[in-house]
């Protein structure tokens, strides 16, 4: 079982940046595709980005250029760098984590954190 616990959420200014933790609980962790997804009120929850053990990484067109998914496996911790925010990233941001080619279907969720971008 692995737990994951995600950190970094808040309330932003458009065009401010944010920068999301998440911490797995095994030392598995280099194991697995970690990834992000987000949830916005009355909408499905989407895919973010991921990223594989060796860093290959896999990036929704609405955040290319913007975001920068990253992981430390010594840490068991991966990352998501958030700049030029929009009202529209406001969600909550979920970390998961998965196995197998992209995209990967998560096996294991975080509780999930509240982005807000709002002036």
């Known amino acids: 079982q692995l737990q994951l616990v995600e950190s970094g959420g808040g309330l932003v200014q458009p065009g401010g940046s944010l920068r999301l933790s998440c911490a797995a609980s095994?030392?598995?962790?280099?194991?697995?595709?970690m990834g992000w997804y987000r949830q916005a009120p009355g909408k499905q929850r989407e895919l973010v980005a991921q990223?594989?053990?060796?860093?290959?990484?896999n990036y929704a067109d609405s955040v290319k250029g913007r975001f920068t998914i990253s992981r430390d496996n010594a840490k068991n911790t991966v990352y998501l760098q958030m700049n030029s925010l929009k009202p529209d990233d406001t969600a909550v941001y979920y970390c998961?984590?998965?196995?197998?080619?992209?995209?990967?279907?998560?096996?294991?969720w975080g509780q999930g954190t509240q982005v807000t971008v709002s002036s």
């Open positions: 095994a030392n598995t962790f280099s194991l697995y595709v």
């Open positions: 998961s984590a998965g196995v197998g080619r992209f995209p990967t279907s998560p096996l294991y």
């Open positions: 990223i594989t053990s060796g860093g290959s990484t």
